[in-house]
Protein backbone atom coordinates (compact mmCIF):
# COMPACT_ATOMS: atom_id res chain seq x y z
CA UNK A 1 0.00 0.00 0.00
CA UNK A 2 1.65 3.12 -0.81
CA UNK A 3 0.30 7.17 -0.84
CA UNK A 4 1.49 9.28 -3.73
CA UNK A 5 1.24 13.21 -4.56
CA UNK A 6 4.10 13.60 -6.40
CA UNK A 7 2.05 14.47 -9.55
CA UNK A 8 0.42 17.93 -11.46
CA UNK A 9 -1.53 19.50 -8.46
CA UNK A 10 -0.36 16.83 -6.34
CA UNK A 11 -0.67 17.50 -2.48
CA UNK A 12 -0.26 15.62 1.10
CA UNK A 13 2.22 14.59 3.56
CA UNK A 14 2.13 10.92 4.73
CA UNK A 15 2.60 10.50 8.46
CA UNK A 16 1.72 6.67 8.51
CA UNK A 17 0.49 4.57 5.88
CA UNK A 18 1.09 1.19 6.82
CA UNK A 19 -2.45 0.15 8.50
CA UNK A 20 -4.97 0.59 5.78
CA UNK A 21 -7.70 1.03 8.45
CA UNK A 22 -5.38 3.50 10.03
CA UNK A 23 -3.60 5.87 7.87
CA UNK A 24 -1.95 9.05 8.88
CA UNK A 25 -2.04 12.51 6.28
CA UNK A 26 -1.33 16.13 6.82
CA UNK A 27 -1.86 18.44 3.91
CA UNK A 28 1.41 21.10 2.87
CA UNK A 29 1.08 24.80 3.08
CA UNK A 30 1.13 26.84 0.01
CA UNK A 31 4.59 27.89 -0.24
CA UNK A 32 6.16 30.35 1.36
CA UNK A 33 2.21 30.49 2.94
CA UNK A 34 0.44 29.86 5.66
CA UNK A 35 -2.95 28.94 3.63
CA UNK A 36 -3.45 25.12 2.87
CA UNK A 37 -6.80 23.06 2.59
CA UNK A 38 -6.33 21.66 -0.99
CA UNK A 39 -4.98 17.72 -0.94
CA UNK A 40 -5.02 15.41 -3.76
CA UNK A 41 -3.21 12.39 -3.87
CA UNK A 42 -3.23 8.60 -5.08
CA UNK A 43 -3.83 5.79 -3.01
CA UNK A 44 -2.36 2.24 -4.35
CA UNK A 45 -2.55 -1.62 -3.64
CA UNK A 46 -5.53 -1.03 -1.35
CA UNK A 47 -8.28 -2.68 -3.36
CA UNK A 48 -10.96 -3.86 -2.00
CA UNK A 49 -9.67 -2.84 1.90
CA UNK A 50 -11.76 -1.12 4.53
CA UNK A 51 -9.29 2.13 4.53
CA UNK A 52 -9.54 4.95 6.87
CA UNK A 53 -7.66 8.05 6.01
CA UNK A 54 -7.22 10.75 8.92
CA UNK A 55 -5.76 14.32 7.56
CA UNK A 56 -4.70 15.36 10.89
CA UNK A 57 -4.20 18.89 10.26
CA UNK A 58 -7.82 19.69 8.71
CA UNK A 59 -8.63 21.88 11.92
CA UNK A 60 -6.14 24.44 11.30
CA UNK A 61 -6.70 24.87 7.49
CA UNK A 62 -7.34 28.24 5.99
CA UNK A 63 -11.96 27.46 6.27
CA UNK A 64 -11.79 25.03 9.14
CA UNK A 65 -15.80 25.81 8.29
CA UNK A 66 -15.39 24.39 4.96
CA UNK A 67 -15.06 20.73 6.44
CA UNK A 68 -18.78 20.47 8.20
CA UNK A 69 -20.90 18.71 6.00
CA UNK A 70 -18.20 18.11 3.29
CA UNK A 71 -17.62 14.96 1.65
CA UNK A 72 -14.35 14.13 -0.08
CA UNK A 73 -14.34 13.26 -3.99
CA UNK A 74 -12.63 10.09 -5.10
CA UNK A 75 -11.70 8.88 -8.85
CA UNK A 76 -10.37 5.87 -10.61
CA UNK A 77 -9.96 7.37 -14.17
CA UNK A 78 -9.54 10.72 -12.77
CA UNK A 79 -12.75 11.65 -15.42
CA UNK A 80 -15.40 10.38 -13.51
CA UNK A 81 -15.66 11.89 -9.45
CA UNK A 82 -17.80 10.76 -6.83
CA UNK A 83 -18.22 11.94 -2.80
CA UNK A 84 -17.10 9.11 -0.84
CA UNK A 85 -17.88 9.09 3.15
CA UNK A 86 -16.10 11.65 5.18
CA UNK A 87 -16.38 13.19 8.80
CA UNK A 88 -15.02 16.18 10.84
CA UNK A 89 -14.24 15.40 14.05
CA UNK A 90 -11.88 17.41 16.76
CA UNK A 91 -9.82 18.41 14.07
CA UNK A 92 -9.57 15.90 11.82
CA UNK A 93 -11.24 14.64 8.75
CA UNK A 94 -11.51 10.86 8.32
CA UNK A 95 -12.53 9.91 4.57
CA UNK A 96 -13.35 6.07 4.95
CA UNK A 97 -13.94 3.83 1.27
CA UNK A 98 -13.18 0.40 0.34
CA UNK A 99 -11.39 0.85 -3.11
CA UNK A 100 -12.71 -1.24 -6.00
CA UNK A 101 -9.06 -0.91 -8.03
CA UNK A 102 -5.40 -0.81 -6.84
CA UNK A 103 -5.20 2.69 -7.73
CA UNK A 104 -7.53 5.26 -6.64
CA UNK A 105 -7.49 9.01 -6.20
CA UNK A 106 -8.74 11.49 -3.47
CA UNK A 107 -9.06 15.33 -4.11
CA UNK A 108 -10.60 18.05 -1.64
CA UNK A 109 -12.58 18.86 -5.28
CA UNK A 110 -12.44 17.51 -8.95
CA UNK A 111 -8.97 18.66 -9.86
CA UNK A 112 -8.48 20.60 -12.89
CA UNK A 113 -4.76 19.64 -13.88
CA UNK A 114 -2.64 21.74 -16.02
CA UNK A 115 -2.16 19.13 -18.99
CA UNK A 116 -6.39 19.57 -19.11
CA UNK A 117 -5.90 23.45 -19.02
CA UNK A 118 -3.24 23.01 -22.26
CA UNK A 119 -6.07 20.81 -24.06
CA UNK A 120 -8.76 23.48 -22.90
CA UNK A 121 -7.04 26.42 -24.54
CA UNK A 122 -5.58 24.48 -27.83
CA UNK A 123 -8.92 23.19 -28.33
CA UNK A 124 -10.55 26.84 -28.33
CA UNK A 125 -7.79 28.18 -30.00
CA UNK A 126 -8.53 26.11 -33.04
CA UNK A 127 -11.63 28.13 -33.54
CA UNK A 128 -10.71 30.75 -36.24
CA UNK A 129 -13.23 33.30 -34.08
CA UNK A 130 -10.32 33.03 -30.58
CA UNK A 131 -7.05 34.31 -31.35
CA UNK A 132 -4.19 32.81 -28.10
CA UNK A 133 -1.96 35.34 -26.51
CA UNK A 134 0.31 34.44 -24.09
CA UNK A 135 0.94 37.47 -21.86
CA UNK A 136 3.39 36.75 -19.99
CA UNK A 137 5.14 34.68 -18.05
CA UNK A 138 4.84 33.16 -14.09
CA UNK A 139 7.26 33.01 -11.32
CA UNK A 140 7.90 28.72 -12.21
CA UNK A 141 8.10 29.71 -16.32
CA UNK A 142 4.66 29.21 -17.17
CA UNK A 143 2.48 30.68 -19.73
CA UNK A 144 -0.09 33.25 -18.97
CA UNK A 145 -2.78 32.53 -21.43
CA UNK A 146 -5.12 35.33 -22.65
CA UNK A 147 -8.54 33.54 -25.31
CA UNK A 148 -9.51 36.67 -27.10
CA UNK A 149 -12.38 35.68 -28.69
CA UNK A 150 -14.34 37.52 -31.65
CA UNK A 151 -12.96 40.77 -32.96
CA UNK A 152 -12.95 44.17 -31.24
CA UNK A 153 -15.18 47.28 -33.24
CA UNK A 154 -16.32 50.29 -32.21
CA UNK A 155 -19.90 49.40 -30.29
CA UNK A 156 -18.88 46.50 -28.92
CA UNK A 157 -18.67 45.70 -25.32
CA UNK A 158 -15.58 44.34 -23.97
CA UNK A 159 -16.54 41.37 -21.38
CA UNK A 160 -13.73 39.96 -19.14
CA UNK A 161 -13.74 35.95 -17.20
CA UNK A 162 -11.10 35.29 -14.84
CA UNK A 163 -11.04 32.16 -12.80
CA UNK A 164 -8.84 30.76 -10.29
CA UNK A 165 -6.79 33.05 -9.27
CA UNK A 166 -7.05 31.03 -5.93
CA UNK A 167 -5.73 27.40 -7.67
CA UNK A 168 -7.34 25.39 -5.22
CA UNK A 169 -10.80 26.34 -6.30
CA UNK A 170 -10.92 24.40 -9.37
CA UNK A 171 -14.80 24.67 -10.24
CA UNK A 172 -13.77 27.91 -11.50
CA UNK A 173 -12.12 26.81 -14.34
CA UNK A 174 -14.66 23.63 -14.95
CA UNK A 175 -17.00 26.86 -14.97
CA UNK A 176 -14.55 28.54 -17.66
CA UNK A 177 -14.38 24.91 -19.55
CA UNK A 178 -18.89 25.44 -20.15
CA UNK A 179 -18.68 28.94 -20.19
CA UNK A 180 -16.66 28.87 -23.47
CA UNK A 181 -17.98 25.65 -24.61
CA UNK A 182 -21.46 27.26 -25.10
CA UNK A 183 -19.85 30.56 -26.33
CA UNK A 184 -18.13 28.96 -28.98
CA UNK A 185 -21.03 26.78 -30.20
CA UNK A 186 -21.90 28.27 -33.69
CA UNK A 187 -25.15 26.31 -33.65
CA UNK A 188 -25.96 28.27 -30.31
CA UNK A 189 -28.15 31.60 -31.28
CA UNK A 190 -27.81 33.05 -27.85
CA UNK A 191 -23.82 32.63 -28.38
CA UNK A 192 -23.61 34.03 -31.86
CA UNK A 193 -25.49 36.87 -31.11
CA UNK A 194 -23.50 37.83 -28.03
CA UNK A 195 -20.19 37.85 -30.31
CA UNK A 196 -21.91 40.32 -33.15
CA UNK A 197 -22.19 42.61 -29.66
CA UNK A 198 -19.38 42.51 -27.53
CA UNK A 199 -15.84 40.74 -27.56
CA UNK A 200 -14.62 38.33 -25.06
CA UNK A 201 -11.44 38.23 -23.16
CA UNK A 202 -11.09 34.89 -20.62
CA UNK A 203 -8.02 34.12 -18.64
CA UNK A 204 -8.95 30.32 -17.98
CA UNK A 205 -6.61 30.03 -15.45
CA UNK A 206 -5.08 33.28 -13.54
CA UNK A 207 -2.45 30.77 -11.20
CA UNK A 208 -1.00 28.35 -13.15
CA UNK A 209 2.35 27.74 -10.85
CA UNK A 210 -0.27 27.49 -7.70
CA UNK A 211 -2.25 24.86 -9.97
CA UNK A 212 0.57 22.58 -10.65
CA UNK A 213 1.94 22.79 -7.05
CA UNK A 214 -1.57 21.88 -5.33
CA UNK A 215 -1.73 25.11 -3.30
CA UNK A 216 -5.02 26.01 -2.16
CA UNK A 217 -4.88 30.19 -2.48
CA UNK A 218 -1.06 30.86 -3.40
CA UNK A 219 1.46 31.49 -6.29
CA UNK A 220 4.84 30.26 -6.26
CA UNK A 221 5.95 32.63 -3.88
CA UNK A 222 2.76 33.09 -1.50
CA UNK A 223 1.34 35.51 -3.04
CA UNK A 224 -2.58 35.45 -2.40
CA UNK A 225 -3.39 37.06 -5.72
CA UNK A 226 -6.77 38.63 -5.36
CA UNK A 227 -4.82 40.48 -2.60
CA UNK A 228 -3.13 42.15 -5.80
CA UNK A 229 -4.88 44.14 -7.79
CA UNK A 230 -4.45 47.85 -6.71
CA UNK A 231 -0.18 47.98 -7.60
CA UNK A 232 0.49 44.85 -8.60
CA UNK A 233 4.13 43.62 -8.59
CA UNK A 234 5.56 42.05 -11.47
CA UNK A 235 8.51 40.34 -9.89
CA UNK A 236 5.96 38.92 -6.70
CA UNK A 237 2.37 38.36 -8.82
CA UNK A 238 3.12 38.71 -12.74
CA UNK A 239 0.31 37.11 -13.06
CA UNK A 240 -2.01 40.55 -12.01
CA UNK A 241 0.75 42.57 -13.55
CA UNK A 242 0.14 41.33 -16.90
CA UNK A 243 -3.91 40.80 -16.99
CA UNK A 244 -4.10 44.03 -15.59
CA UNK A 245 -2.02 45.58 -18.11
CA UNK A 246 -4.66 44.00 -20.75
CA UNK A 247 -7.52 45.00 -19.02
CA UNK A 248 -5.35 48.88 -19.29
CA UNK A 249 -5.50 48.66 -22.55
CA UNK A 250 -8.74 47.00 -23.25
CA UNK A 251 -11.13 48.64 -20.73
CA UNK A 252 -13.77 46.26 -19.44
CA UNK A 253 -17.71 46.89 -19.55
CA UNK A 254 -17.96 42.96 -17.53
CA UNK A 255 -15.87 41.00 -15.57
CA UNK A 256 -16.80 37.96 -13.63
CA UNK A 257 -14.16 36.83 -11.64
CA UNK A 258 -15.01 33.15 -10.51
CA UNK A 259 -13.95 31.51 -7.47
CA UNK A 260 -14.88 28.45 -5.03
CA UNK A 261 -16.37 29.01 -1.64
CA UNK A 262 -15.05 26.39 1.00
CA UNK A 263 -17.32 27.17 3.88
CA UNK A 264 -21.09 28.16 2.01
CA UNK A 265 -23.06 26.04 0.37
CA UNK A 266 -24.03 28.37 -2.51
CA UNK A 267 -23.66 29.65 -5.22
CA UNK A 268 -23.57 33.54 -5.02
CA UNK A 269 -21.94 36.87 -6.52
CA UNK A 270 -20.29 39.38 -4.80
CA UNK A 271 -20.24 42.60 -6.16
CA UNK A 272 -18.91 46.08 -5.14
CA UNK A 273 -21.15 48.38 -3.27
CA UNK A 274 -17.81 48.97 -0.90
CA UNK A 275 -15.63 50.83 -3.21
CA UNK A 276 -15.67 54.62 -2.83
CA UNK A 277 -17.51 55.56 -5.72
CA UNK A 278 -20.05 52.79 -6.30
CA UNK A 279 -22.05 53.48 -9.30
CA UNK A 280 -25.78 52.70 -8.59
CA UNK A 281 -26.77 51.95 -12.28
CA UNK A 282 -23.79 49.54 -12.74
CA UNK A 283 -25.05 47.79 -9.53
CA UNK A 284 -28.38 47.47 -10.35
CA UNK A 285 -27.19 45.59 -13.48
CA UNK A 286 -25.41 43.61 -11.67
CA UNK A 287 -28.34 42.56 -9.63
CA UNK A 288 -30.05 42.28 -12.61
CA UNK A 289 -27.54 39.84 -14.03
CA UNK A 290 -27.90 37.31 -10.60
CA UNK A 291 -31.65 37.94 -11.04
CA UNK A 292 -31.39 36.31 -14.29
CA UNK A 293 -28.98 34.24 -13.95
CA UNK A 294 -31.03 32.39 -10.72
CA UNK A 295 -34.06 32.06 -13.30
CA UNK A 296 -31.94 30.38 -15.90
CA UNK A 297 -29.79 28.15 -13.39
CA UNK A 298 -31.77 27.01 -10.09
CA UNK A 299 -28.37 26.09 -9.11
CA UNK A 300 -27.56 30.32 -8.86
CA UNK A 301 -29.10 31.69 -5.99
CA UNK A 302 -28.76 35.45 -4.26
CA UNK A 303 -30.40 34.87 -0.14
CA UNK A 304 -27.11 33.74 0.85
CA UNK A 305 -23.52 35.37 0.13
CA UNK A 306 -21.43 37.53 1.47
CA UNK A 307 -22.29 40.57 3.53
CA UNK A 308 -22.07 43.66 1.73
CA UNK A 309 -19.53 46.62 2.23
CA UNK A 310 -20.87 50.07 3.11
CA UNK A 311 -19.25 52.77 0.59
CA UNK A 312 -15.69 53.62 0.77
CA UNK A 313 -14.97 50.51 3.18
CA UNK A 314 -13.88 47.88 0.50
CA UNK A 315 -10.64 46.27 0.17
CA UNK A 316 -9.33 47.83 -3.14
CA UNK A 317 -6.75 45.11 -3.56
CA UNK A 318 -9.50 42.53 -3.91
CA UNK A 319 -9.87 42.42 -8.21
CA UNK A 320 -13.80 43.12 -8.36
CA UNK A 321 -13.31 46.20 -6.40
CA UNK A 322 -10.21 47.40 -8.19
CA UNK A 323 -11.47 47.01 -11.49
CA UNK A 324 -15.21 48.18 -10.64
CA UNK A 325 -13.48 51.50 -9.87
CA UNK A 326 -10.66 51.58 -12.07
CA UNK A 327 -13.08 51.14 -15.59
CA UNK A 328 -16.53 52.16 -13.55
CA UNK A 329 -17.15 48.38 -14.94
CA UNK A 330 -19.69 46.17 -13.82
CA UNK A 331 -17.62 43.90 -11.96
CA UNK A 332 -18.58 40.48 -9.92
CA UNK A 333 -16.88 37.51 -8.11
CA UNK A 334 -18.93 34.55 -8.76
CA UNK A 335 -18.15 32.06 -5.79
CA UNK A 336 -19.41 28.24 -6.49
CA UNK A 337 -19.37 25.31 -3.39
CA UNK A 338 -17.07 23.08 -2.76
CA UNK A 339 -19.64 20.75 -1.29
CA UNK A 340 -23.48 21.01 -2.67
CA UNK A 341 -25.87 23.71 -3.38
CA UNK A 342 -28.10 23.80 0.29
CA UNK A 343 -30.77 25.11 -1.95
CA UNK A 344 -31.30 22.56 -4.75
CA UNK A 345 -29.07 19.88 -3.23
CA UNK A 346 -28.02 16.32 -5.63
CA UNK A 347 -26.39 13.75 -2.71
CA UNK A 348 -24.95 12.00 -5.50
CA UNK A 349 -22.65 14.20 -6.99
CA UNK A 350 -23.11 16.94 -4.67
CA UNK A 351 -21.50 20.39 -6.50
CA UNK A 352 -19.62 18.84 -9.77
CA UNK A 353 -17.59 19.52 -12.56
CA UNK A 354 -20.45 18.78 -15.04
CA UNK A 355 -23.18 21.58 -12.72
CA UNK A 356 -19.89 23.86 -12.78
CA UNK A 357 -19.83 23.63 -16.61
CA UNK A 358 -23.64 23.97 -17.00
CA UNK A 359 -23.59 27.26 -14.40
CA UNK A 360 -21.07 28.33 -17.44
CA UNK A 361 -23.75 27.85 -20.02
CA UNK A 362 -26.27 29.79 -17.91
CA UNK A 363 -24.06 33.07 -17.42
CA UNK A 364 -24.24 33.52 -21.38
CA UNK A 365 -28.54 33.79 -20.70
CA UNK A 366 -27.41 36.01 -18.07
CA UNK A 367 -24.91 38.50 -19.93
CA UNK A 368 -27.30 38.22 -22.67
CA UNK A 369 -30.03 39.43 -20.63
CA UNK A 370 -28.63 43.02 -19.74
CA UNK A 371 -25.88 43.42 -22.19
CA UNK A 372 -27.52 46.00 -24.08
CA UNK A 373 -28.07 48.49 -20.97
CA UNK A 374 -23.79 47.88 -20.19
ZN1 LIG B 1 -11.26 32.38 -4.21
Known amino acids: MKISSNFDAGNIEVIEAVNPGNIRLCIAKDNKSDFYQWFYFRLTGAKGQLCAMTIENAGGAAYARGWEGYQACASYDREEWVRVSTTYHDGEITIQHIPESDSVYYAYFAPYSMERHHSLVSQAAEDERVSLHVIGETLDGQDMDLLTIGDMAVGKKVIWVIARQHPGETMAEWFVEGFLERLLDEEDALSRSLLEKAVFYVVPNMNPDGSRRGHLRTNAKGANLNREWENPNVATCPEVFYVR ?73 VGTHQLAHRFQAVAMTLEMPFKDTANCPRPETCWSPRRCRKLGHSNLDALAAIIDRL
Open 245 to 317: GKMDETGIDLVLDVHGDEALPYNFIACFEGIPDPDEAKLDLAYEYQRQLMQYNPDFQMEYGYPKDTPGTANMT
